[in-house]
């Protein structure tokens, strides 16, 4: 099975700042026959379920604001908020859709410092 | 509006079964894969299962390959998880998601998730 690790675990940051999540993964999920990344990052708030905001590592969804965006390929990826709002406090979790089984990272809790 | 609601889940003792159902609305269900996936009380999220769009394709992790069935109805618009021989660390709240038109694709859209309890 493939494993994500993302890091920080808990992440505090200022309202307007930026914040960025890591996710690694134990190995590649970059696809040689299309060059995509099989990556995508969910946002979940408390007593919500997740929500996807990236595909294809960097691909973002519709309606989603454009503060958030993705980055990476191949086994290192990155979750960047650009600027934090008060509604972005939720935890957030990286996926792997590369191969079954589909795997998730451990999530990583943002808060508002 | 693309909408999936689960039920069927409470509180079952270990060895139990139940059934849980997904009834979905807003989008074309025979296009696309569905999903179930489950977190526990302050865990990750964890796959469960995966089900082709005729239903004639399906996958599972192994911690619940065996105990865990799951099927659609495409005439009803509604997705299964049939769970048998329950235990405590199957506690959790299962969510339905809506795949792709493939298998290898994201979670487009999930439900609200309906809770299932294991306990004595």
């Known amino acids: 099975d493939i494993v994500l690790t993302q890091s920080p675990d808990s992440l505090a940051v200022s309202l307007g700042e930026r914040a960025t999540i890591n996710c690694k993964s134990s190995?590649?999920?970059?696809?040689?026959?299309?060059?995509?990344?099989?990556l995508a990052w969910y946002q979940q708030k408390a007593g919500q379920p997740p929500k996807l905001l990236i595909s294809?590592?960097?691909i973002q969804e519709s309606g989603v604001p454009d503060r958030f965006s993705g980055s990476g390929s191949g086994t290192d990826f990155t979750l960047t908020i650009s600027s934090l709002q008060a509604e972005d406090v939720a935890v957030y979790y990286c996926?792997?859709?590369?191969?079954?089984?589909?795997?998730f990272g451990q999530g990583t809790k943002l808060e508002i410092k | 509006e693309v909408q999936l609601v689960e039920s069927g889940g409470g509180l079952v003792q270990p060895g139990g079964s139940l059934r849980l159902s997904c009834v979905v609305s807003?989008?074309?269900?025979?296009?696309?894969?569905m999903h179930w996936v489950r977190q526990g009380p302050g865990k990750r999220l964890v796959w469960l299962s995966r089900?082709?769009?005729?239903?004639?394709?399906?996958t599972y992790a192994a911690s619940v390959e065996g105990r865990f069935t799951i099927s659609r109805d495409n005439a009803e618009n509604t997705l299964y998880l049939q769970l048998s021989s329950l235990r405590v660390e199957d506690t959790a709240v299962y969510y339905c998601?809506?795949?792709?038109?493939?298998?290898?694709?994201?979670?487009?859209?999930w439900g609200q998730g309906t809770l299932v309890t294991v306990s004595s």
């Open positions: 190995q590649s999920v970059l696809h040689s026959s299309n060059s995509q990344n099989y």
């Open positions: 807003g989008f074309t269900f025979t296009t696309y894969w």
């Open positions: 996926q792997q859709y590369y191969s079954s089984p589909y795997t």
């Open positions: 089900i082709s769009s005729d239903g004639r394709s399906t």
């Open positions: 998601a809506r795949g792709g038109i493939s298998p290898a694709d994201t979670f487009f859209v």
């Open positions: 294809w590592a960097s």
